[in-house]
């Protein structure tokens, strides 16, 4: 996304205060309000129809309880983009300008921020809408954590399989990813905005790489038959090939 030199980069993000609303490294995001995974009532019945319900050939994973496993996502209350950035100051700007302001104003602060094409947002938006769910390992060393990635567009949640097993439905997110959808038509540009929740269990790199290769799932052929597997086949589903 970036075509932009890193000096011309450094030279934008110097002038970013000026087009965001906040100052993001002051704003505290209160743990209690991403309990996305307690009881939402209204959402329950529609998800559990959505939630792959055999994963007899991934127990080596771990046993899951299915019939409430992550039922209980709501979408997030994230922040407008409007609070966010000065969207008047910048709607005139080309998206590489806007894309490199926004990634390096997240930089380093336990957010994560990003960017794609409205249309590969739009293919990555129709899959999820078909699978939600998938197993990601996230790589320490000569081992991995294996990660549970929800995606209801526009947002993305990630928590850890084995929390999950420990507390179930009071499990939260580690993660949470949001899209903003407001320069698509005009510049086919979305942005990503990450949120680190628990600085504890993911590092800002790793982070980085999750959502990277969540959306590498997702968007690539051969990559999402996987992910398909996963959520409509999940007899044949075989978690090594993730691997």
Known sequence: MRSLSSTFSRS??????????????????????????????RLQNLEQKMIPGDFLKWASLGSCRTSKFATGFAPLQP????????IERVKDRSPEEIASVWDDYHLGRGHIGASMKAKLYHLLEQRAADCRYFVIPLWRGSGYTTMFAQ???????????????????????????SFYKEFAETKDLVLIRGDIVFASKL???????????????????VRYKLVERFNKEARDFEFKDVL
């Not at 002038?15 to 995974?37: P, Q, R």
């Not at 990630?158 to 009071?170: H, I, M, N, P, S």
């Not at 590092?203 to 052929?221: G, I, V």
């Open 203 to 221: 590092s800002d790199s790793e982070a980085k790489w999750l959502l990277d290769t969540t959306r590498s799932f997702y968007m690539n052929d």
């Open 79 to 86: 922040m407008p983009l409007d609070s966010i950035i000065d």
């Open 12 to 41: 934008l993000a110097s002038k970013a205060k000026n087009l965001f609303t906040y100052d993001i490294s002051t704003c505290a995001i209160a743990k209690h309000s991403f309990s996305t995974f307690s009881a939402q009532p």
């Open 151 to 177: 995606v209801q567009m526009p947002h993305m949640l990630f928590t850890g399989l084995e929390d999950y097993k420990a507390r179930g439905t009071q499990s939260s997110p580690y993660f949470t990813v």
